[in-house]
């Protein structure tokens, strides 16, 4: 080996302006780790997935046929119309610049300097926590979607994403998540979205099913799957995606992240068989459709309080979240004039709204010191009222549940005014709500697409809308149409 010294180069220009600690042919400045936001992008993805295309096929097997592709389009469409809001000015309103203490400044969140600086917390680029915070915007709107399936006209959808995420969800976030949010500083816990997401899209899904309108009368009180087995797959990959949804949320690949996930699925999984057990208890039959609303509701019930919680904390909370948002479903709902005036299809309200602020209280229970330090780098500020008492910190435990509950109470007010205002300024724009006819033929009027192929070999029925539907040379009957394409049929 030759002991001669090679000459270093000297450092590369840095012509583009790269922020500081990037030089120009570093990809991997200093303060980041390669692992951190590995785990990052990943988590990101997960959550994405449980949008595109969890819930799209959820929402698209869980309702009558005719409204399937409508359903998983709104879905879709949500999803995509978020992210350009976001990157544009969402993300900047959430997270950035403080221009009341509870909003931020608009601007955007696409010039290299700023993405390719460290992002405001965590060892990743911003560019990774825009994305990152993008698909938790994006499934918020997607879940309000689920409260006005199977009626909604399409383009005050349209209208109705950008204007909730400008108005409402950058509010929320900005004032709960945003170290310079007001409830932020006040010690609110919300470890990965309970609040921000659940009890948002909860409290704003039911207020925009209030001022849409019902369903066809017909629907409501029969509405079925169109596919069950599909309708699993999509909440499969809910279920299978809060790995990324909770574990992404210390923004680190750490023991912390670690525990948030093991504790998520513990507590989905004893929500889920609660409710299993109390629809065999109570009406003898063990429902599909209700072993998904018990996984969804332990989902949303541990996410404000996934990683400073104990295991046997986690149980507690399963075992909540599979009884009490089934008793107001299944019991409240049905005994409550006021609630069955508001036609809500997929049950936002108890899914997702009281099962958010069932676990946002438990969480001011239940939130361990020690973990909650592993999460928030603060002792001793954030303690549950149970470890109140045991170290003493009576006052300090019950101020825990006191600012869950005022946070609770901020997003419940937020967005039924902005919902409210929202609705009612599209309306003076499009009907909010499609006409009766139109309902009553569903994907077809609204969409001119049918999801199903159920006659023939996928032609359509005469009743088409399709310009060429009733014509004898292109419709013929369905023996006809398989002889001349050679098909071995019997006429009849």
């Given amino acids: 080996m030759s002991n001669n010294l090679v000459p270093v180069p000297s450092p590369a220009p840095n012509p583009l302006d790269l922020p500081s600690g990037l030089a120009f042919d570093d990809a991997t400045p200093s303060w980041m780790s390669k692992a951190d936001n590995a785990w990052q992008l990943t988590a990101a993805t997960l959550v994405g997935l449980q949008s595109i295309p969890g819930l799209v096929i959820l929402y698209g097997g869980g309702v009558k046929k005719k409204w399937a592709v409508n359903s998983a389009f709104m879905a879709f469409y949500a999803f995509a119309c978020v992210l350009l809001c976001w990157v544009c000015w969402g993300y900047r309103m959430s997270f950035g610049e403080e221009l009341v203490p509870f909003w931020g400044k608009a601007n955007v969140a696409l010039d290299q300097k700023f993405l390719l600086d460290q992002a405001f917390l965590g060892k990743f680029p911003s560019a990774t926590m825009v994305f990152f915070q993008s698909v938790f915007a994006a499934i918020t709107l997607i879940l309000i979607a689920g409260a006005v399936l199977g009626r909604m006209n399409f383009y005050a959808w349209m209208m109705f994403v950008p204007l909730w995420l400008t108005f409402s969800y950058t509010l929320v976030a900005f004032s709960i998540w945003c170290p310079n949010g007001f409830l932020f500083k006040n010690g609110i816990i919300d470890y990965s979205g309970g609040f921000v997401i659940h009890l948002s899209a909860g409290v704003a899904g039911f207020t925009a099913a209030f001022w849409v309108g019902p369903r066809l009368t017909k629907d409501r009180e029969r509405f079925p799957p169109n596919n069950i087995i599909l309708m699993l797959a999509g909440a499969g990959l809910l279920w299978m995606g809060w790995t990324g ?44 459709i209700g072993a998904v609303q018990g996984m969804i509701t332990g989902l949303v019930c541990i996410t404000p309080a996934a990683g400073v919680v104990q295991g046997w904390a986690a149980i507690i909370m399963g075992l909540c979240s599979g009884s009490i948002p089934w008793f107001t479903m299944m019991v409240v709902h049905k005994k409550s004039e006021l609630l069955q005036k508001v036609d809500d299809t997929m049950a936002v ?32 500020q954030y303690v549950g009222l149970f470890y109140g008492f045991q170290m003493r910190k009576v006052h300090t435990g019950f101020r825990q549940v006191g600012i ?46 049918e999801a199903y192929a159920i006659w ?13 539907s009733g014509n004898p040379e292109t419709e013929l ?16």
């Fill in 456 to 468: 023939g070999d996928g032609d359509r029925q005469e009743s088409s809308w399709f310009p060429n």
């Fill in 477 to 492: 009957p369905v023996t006809k149409r398989k002889a001349a394409a050679g098909g071995q049929v019997e006429m009849t």
């Fill in 404 to 449: 869950q509950l005022l946070g609770i109470l901020y997003v419940i007010c937020i967005n039924v005014i902005v919902t409210s205002i929202i609705c009612l300024l599209i309306q003076l724009v499009v009907p909010l709500r499609m006409s009766d006819e139109d309902m009553a033929i569903g994907d077809e009027a609204a969409h001119g697409e």
């Fill in 245 to 288: 949804f909770n574990g992404g949320d210390p923004y680190a690949a750490s023991i912390d992240a670690s525990l948030a996930v093991l504790n998520t699925h513990l507590c989905t999984a004893t929500s889920l068989l609660t409710w299993l057990a109390l629809d065999v208890l109570y009406f003898g039959k063990a429902s599909v």
């Fill in 349 to 380: 309200l108890h899914t997702h709204a009281i099962a958010g602020s069932l676990g946002g209280i438990l969480t001011g229970l239940f939130a361990e010191p020690r973990l909650c330090f592993l999460f928030t780098g603060s002792y001793a």
